[in-house]
């Protein structure tokens, strides 16, 4: 079993910057995949990023160039570093690790984009 601990979200203005990170537990295997979700009120999951463990990432096609994901395959960590925040990208952010077993997610962090 895999567990995955999401921090760092929180209250930032419009044009901010903030970085998540997840830390996953457990049974880990050498290779997976580990990515970033979101899911705003009224709308369906949706791919942010992902990254293999070989360094390959992954964006949804909208937010290349703001968001960059990243992993520290020692720690069993990724990250996500989010700037020019807009008011749209307010969601809950799940962090999700997919290996040969299948698929794990995180509990999930709020991030909201207000004035």
């Known amino acids: 079993q895999v567990q995955l601990v999401e921090s760092g979200g929180g209250l930032v203005q419009p044009g901010g910057p903030l970085r998540l990170s997840c830390v996953a537990s457990?049974?880990?295997?050498?290779?997976?995949?580990m990515g970033w979700y979101r899911q705003a009120p009224g709308k369906q999951r949706e791919l942010v990023a992902s990254?293999?463990?070989?360094?390959?990432?992954t964006y949804a096609n909208s937010l290349k160039g703001r968001f960059t994901i990243s992993r520290d395959n020692a720690k069993n960590m990724v990250f996500l570093q989010m700037t020019s925040l807009k008011p749209e990208d307010t969601a809950v952010y799940y962090c999700?690790?997919?290996?040969?077993?299948?698929?794990?997610w995180g509990q999930g962090t709020q991030v909201t984009v207000s004035p």
């Open positions: 990254m293999t463990s070989g360094g390959e990432g």
């Open positions: 999700r690790l997919y290996d040969s077993r299948g698929v794990y």
């Open positions: 457990g049974s880990i295997f050498s290779r997976s995949t």
